[in-house]
Each structure stands twice: as C-alpha cells, then as structure tokens.
C-alpha cells in the first residue's frame, strides 16, 4: 500500500504524463531524456529513480545530452566538481536557446549547498529546476510543476535541509538488468573532518528491512541476479532509530544474510564499511553465505594514527589491521579493497611511511588513491598545516608504486583457478568477448555470446593483466 507521499507524487506523475503527450504532439515524436551522473554509487543510484520517473512520465531515456529534458546529478565532494559541472552547463545554455521546449534540471549534493545554487541563479538563469538530496522523491511533483506552462521561463528552487519522509515505492530504471544498487540507509553521523557528506546528505536515516527485503525481492522476480546494498556506513545500519521503532530494526548482518537467502538473488555486494564498526557477526554472515561478495571494501584512509585523528575516523591503525587480520583468517578467499587519501592537512612523509606499512601488511587487491583536495564547508579546510601539492604528489607516487605492485602480485596469484563471473557486457573494444564480473570484483575478459549477459558463468583464469583476466569458459 503506498503511503501519502506516494499517492501525492503518483498523482503528480499522472498530471505530467499528459503534459508530456501534449509536447510528443507538438515536437512529431516521443520526447527524451537523459539523467547524467557524477560521483559515487548514492549518486549512480538516483539517477535510476529519476530515469524511472521520467520513463514512467512518458519519456524515452537517453545517453545524449541533447535530450528535451537533461538533469544533472551532482557530486561535491570534490573541490573541482564543480567547475565540471559549471562547464557543462554553459554549453547547455546555448543549445537550450535554439530549442526552447527543452528543461534543464540540477540536483544532488552540490545543490545543498546555497554558495552553488545562487551562482546559478546568477549566471545560469536558463536552467529550469534545481532540487537537493533530501526531497528527491518529490521529482514527480516537481516535474509536473516544470512542465507547466505557467512556471515558463521561471527557475524553480526546492532544496530542503532534512528528510522528513521516505517514499519507497516510486519508479525506478535500472541501468543493467540483471543487477542494481539497493539503498539501505541515507545520510552519514560520522563527521571525517575532510568530508562534506554528513552536511549534504543529512544525519544517518535506515530505511526499514521490511521495505528493503520487498524491494529485493521484487528485483529477484523482476530477473535481477546481483544487488548491492548501498550506505555510506552500512555497519551502523538499525542502530540510530527512533526508541519508539527498534523493535522494527534489524542490524546488519542480519539484513545482509536475510538478502542473500532471497529466492533469485545470485550475489550480494555492499558499500561502505567503516573500520571502526565492521562486526564479528558480519565476518561470519559472509562466510557462511557463498553468496555474499568475496570483497569487502574498507577505506583506510590513513595508516599514521596522527592523521586517523585529525581526520576523526574514530580508529587507529590497530584497529584496522586486528579487523582485516580477521577478516583473512575467516574468509581467506576475501579480496580487501580500500581508499586512501594522500596529502591531508600536517601528513610528513614519516606518516606516509607508515600508511604504505600498512598497505604492505593487508596486501589489498586494489587501493583507491587520493590527494587530498581541500572541500569548503569541512573542518579540514580551516587547518593551518596544508601540505604542499608537490610534497602530497611524493607521497602519492610512493604509495602508488607499492599499491600497483601488490594488486599486480594478488590478481596474479589466482591464475589457473576456476571462478564464477557474471557476464556484464560485451567488450567494447573486441565484441567476440565478453566482461565478466568475479565475487572479488575483479574483471575477467572471455570469449563467449552477448545472450550471455546477465548469467552467471564458470571461468578459468589463465592470465592476469594488472587488474583484469583474460580466460575461457569452462
Ligand atoms: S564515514 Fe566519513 S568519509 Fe564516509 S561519508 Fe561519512 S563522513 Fe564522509
């Protein structure tokens, strides 16, 4: 049964459907859209709920940005992400004036901030529609209220600074369909001095299992075979709720195990953990399920405790070589995956030295690394002590040169083993072959038929290229 919010915006949908058909009469053909997505997997995620939307509304999804109605979905986490953003939208200005029907929308994090949408209200005025993170349900009323001749010409603004409601059951376009992001939780409480996340995207928010369970099991008969469960701080999930609800809540291994032994669901994934809060009982979910993901991604960020303080990770580097130890001795199949950030306010190359320590001990099979990028809005940006880009950029290529070497040696120690990929595509560059996804989430390239995407197939691994396999089916 759809609650209020629901119905209101399922109304909306309706109302803009026939805006929507008034416009394919005008234009002689079915008008398009196409959502364009910065920033991570949250990010990639809505977009599929606002493609969803648009589809359902009568649009035909595109990949072009020429399309009658583009949106943007920002990411600021980044202090440049903007100028990209920036960049595009003045080429979208021009194009826009030789086709008045089209709307131009921009959402996501970015546009929490004030300092962003009143430079485009200064210096973009062709846009039609800006919208935050907390009200993105609300699009359907919001694409209704765009499309209305009245609102022609006139910028609408709907940017709300918390989440009051949740509207679960909208539309959604899945961009592959054999796998998609869940979300199981909005919103971040942790406060890394470097990170603008918790001010963007609000105070940490648990969707409910029952909510989450149905949706996966909709996804499973719909012909989805892998999902990933999608928070910032997954491990903290049914922890922050109301009193009055605990009893509704479930914590998270129980939630990831209830998903794995979902009837259909081949592979599950999730992202993020946080040191500090990865459990025993989440350890032992995995291993006991075959179908939860050989991968645990867990960003260290910092191998010096100094800089795990400034940064206010709430873990020092014990803790995260003592929880990654574990996860090895219980799950020794397990690829570990992390992030690192090089160059934060006062890191000497002393503290470098030990976050390659630690790279050295876990031995991951691939480290996303960063230089820090100073973010307005974070406490991190205030310190005195910003280190130098060519310092950072040394302690970068150290780092860099030891975590390609031991991906190397991890990708190829797996040589000659049989493995269970999902076939996600076709290569691009050799179309005889196919790219297949394994549980380590590392990629193996096979030669194999594009109706073979979407299944699960056995694959030996006879070479390794860096990051990626080349085999054969077996
Ligand atoms: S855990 Fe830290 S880095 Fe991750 S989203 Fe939350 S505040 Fe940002």
Redesign the pocket.
């Known amino acids: 049964m759809r609650n209020l919010e629901e119905q209101r915006e399922y109304e909306a949908i309706q109302r803009a459907e026939e805006k929507v058909r008034a416009l394919s009469v005008s234009l002689g053909r079915k008008p398009t859209a196409c959502v364009v997505t910065f920033g991570c997997q949250m990010n990639a995620r809505d977009s599929e709920k606002l493609a969803g939307i648009l589809e359902e509304a009568g649009y035909e999804i595109t990949d072009s940005e020429e399309a009658d109605f583009l949106i943007y979905n920002t990411c600021t986490v980044r202090e440049n992400a903007d100028k990209r953003l920036f960049g595009r939208l003045g080429a979208v200005g021009s194009a826009k004036k030789k086709s008045p029907w089209r709307k131009l929308a921009v959402c996501g994090c970015m546009m929490q901030e004030e300092i962003h949408t009143e430079k485009i209200r200064k210096s973009y005025p062709f846009v039609d529609l800006i919208f935050g993170t907390h009200n993105l349900y609300t699009f359907p009323s919001l694409l209704d209220a765009v499309l209305s001749p009245e609102n022609e010409g006139t910028l609408l603004i709907d940017v709300w600074d918390k989440a009051d409601a949740m509207a679960e059951r909208l539309p959604s376009r899945r961009k592959y369909a054999f796998k998609s992001g869940v979300n199981i939780m909005f919103g ?1 409480d ?3 001095s470097y ?1 603008i ?2 001010y963007v995207r609000g105070r940490e928010r648990s969707r409910r299992p029952e909510e989450i369970l149905e949706e996966v099991k909709r996804l499973a008969d719909d012909g989805v075979k892998e999902v990933m469960l999608l928070g ?2 997954v491990n903290s999930y049914g922890i922050k709720v109301p009193e009055e609800e605990r009893s509704c809540f479930v914590d998270f291994p129980t939630l990831l195990a209830r998903v794995a032994e979902t009837p259909g669901i081949g592979r599950v994934r999730f992202m ?1 953990s ?1 040191p500090r809060d990865l459990s025993d009982e989440l350890i032992e979910v995995i291993r006991e399920h075959g179908n939860i993901a050989r991968h645990i991604h867990l ?1 260290l960020q910092s191998g010096s405790d100094r800089i795990l303080k400034r940064m206010n990770r709430g873990y020092d580097r014990e803790r995260y070589l003592f929880v990654t130890e574990k996860i090895r001795e219980r799950i020794p199949d397990a690829a570990l995956t992390t992030d690192i950030i090089i160059g934060f306010p006062g890191e000497e190359p002393s503290d470098v030295d030990q976050t390659i320590d630690v790279v050295e001990r876990v031995r991951f099979q691939n480290a996303f690394t960063f230089l820090y990028s100073r973010r307005t809005g974070t406490p991190a940006a205030g310190f005195p002590d910003q280190v130098a880009h060519d310092t950072a950029q040394q302690g970068f290529d150290r780092l860099l040169s030891v975590v390609q070497r031991i991906a190397g040696e991890e990708t190829a120690a797996h040589v000659g083993e049989v493995q269970e990929a999902l076939a996600e595509g076709v290569n691009e560059d050799h179309p005889g072959l196919l790219t297949g996804r394994l549980s380590n989430n590392l990629l193996v390239h096979f030669p194999g038929e594009a109706a073979e995407v979407g299944q699960f197939v056995r694959v030996s691994l006879d070479e390794a290229h860096g990051f990626y396999y080349i085999g054969k089916r077996v």
């Open positions: 971040c942790n406060f890394c990170c996340v918790p910032q701080n993020t946080h960003p």
